[in-house]
């Protein structure tokens, strides 16, 4: 079995680091998208999350707003420059991985991600 370290999180027996590694490249692209989105065209409002001391989280009726939203994005496609075809977003994100994990067993070089659409 193969153990593949990651390169931005601290290894760790309870979480995936590389997940989250490979999670920081598109938190920009989809996440902050998102959020932007859902907030300004009031599809997420105040009602949508639950207050406590010292922290806000979404309530189970705005995570299904947000969710929804993030899986429509991941089904939209664009032309990948390299592949010179359409691809979902979530192939992209799948596309990625595996350069990086190409990187990580020294079998490529890895350049970072680029956005180019």
């Known amino acids: 079995m193969i153990f593949i370290d990651s390169y931005l999180h601290e290894p ?3 979480r995936f680091s590389l997940a989250l590694d490979l999670a920081e490249i598109f938190k920009p692209i989809f996440v902050d998208r998102a959020i ?3 907030v ?3 599809e997420i409002q ?9 922290f806000t989280h979404l309530n189970d009726a705005g995570r299904k707003v947000f969710v929804k939203d ?3 994005r991941l089904r939209t496609t664009i032309k990948h420059r390299s ?13 990625e991985r595996y350069r990086l ?17």
């Open 70 to 72: 993030f899986e429509e």
């Open 46 to 54: 105040e009602k949508h999350f639950t207050n406590g001391l010292n």
């Open 101 to 117: 994990i190409k990187r990580l067993l020294c079998e490529e070089s890895y350049e970072g991600f680029r956005i180019w659409w």
């Open 40 to 42: 300004n065209t009031r």
């Open 83 to 95: 592949l010179e075809r359409q691809v979902s977003y979530r192939r992209l994100i799948r596309l």
């Open 36 to 38: 932007f989105k859902l």
């Open 12 to 14: 760790s027996e309870r």
